[in-house]
């Protein structure tokens, strides 16, 4: 069965220092996967997706970079962050049809 | 216009009400549907399939019109384990990207 692993679970990280968050998934070959921000009472908004290894879609300018190295695994970084990149991170995958999240990480920047 | 609207609510609703929540979306390519469930500081999770000819799971039931562009989902006899954000989401085929709504929260009262 394909399960899909997001760490860490929170994080509380000082403006202006660079950002690593990484996802994995098994089970499934060639997924497309999500990077997904959800701030504080608002719906999910779509950051990155990609479809295959180093090719990645940005849906809106921002402060974050995302990056597939290999077929299963999505990191979204940055190299100094704002107190606006607070927020619940979602990575997520999907082969046709549905996607699947993973547990998020809870993002504060102080 | 968005790829995906809703009604972001919140819909309050008395224990044991009906209720009812639309989704339009603009790509008229989009080929299967689904509607998602998130509760307070989850991921969302994958509620049911909204198929063309309407489909039921208990207590849902969840219906398609391609002439308008739209899906709803209808809750029957509301619970207050009801109580989430639910997701509308459509899935364009091939390797294009899942499209997520921005939700609409539904809170049932005692």
């Known amino acids: 069965s394909q399960t899909i692993h997001q760490w860490p679970a929170t994080l509380v990280q000082p403006v202006g220092s660079p950002l690593s968050l990484e996802c994995t998934v098994e089970?499934?070959?060639?997924?497309?996967l999500y990077w997904y921000r959800q701030a504080a009472g608002r719906g999910l908004q779509l950051l990155f997706y990609?479809?295959?290894?180093?090719?990645i879609s940005s849906e809106v300018p921002q402060n974050l970079s995302a990056s597939r190295p290999q077929d299963r695994q999505f990191i979204l970084s940055s190299k100094k962050l704002l107190l606006s990149d607070s927020g619940f991170y979602l990575c997520?995958?999907?082969?046709?049809?549905?996607?699947?999240f993973g547990q998020g990480t809870r993002l504060t920047v102080v | 216009r968005k790829e995906v609207e809703q009604d972001p609510g919140p819909f309050n609703v008395p224990e044991g009400a009906t209720v009812a929540f639309n989704c339009t979306y603009s790509n008229s390519a989009s080929q299967s549907f689904f509607w998602y469930r998130q509760d307070c500081r989850k991921e969302p999770k994958l509620l049911m399939s909204?198929?063309?000819s309407g489909n039921e799971d208990g207590r849902f039931t969840a219906q398609l019109n391609r002439a308008s562009q739209y899906i709803s989902l209808l809750i029957r006899d509301s619970k207050l384990s009801d109580s989430a954000t639910y997701l509308c989401v459509y899935w364009s085929g091939g390797y294009q990207k899942v499209t997520f709504g921005t939700g609409t929260k539904l809170q049932v009262i005692p």
């Open positions: 997520a995958w999907s082969v046709q049809r549905e996607a699947f």
């Open positions: 089970g499934t070959s060639n997924p497309n």
């Open positions: 909204v198929y063309s």
């Open positions: 990609s479809v295959g290894i180093g090719q």
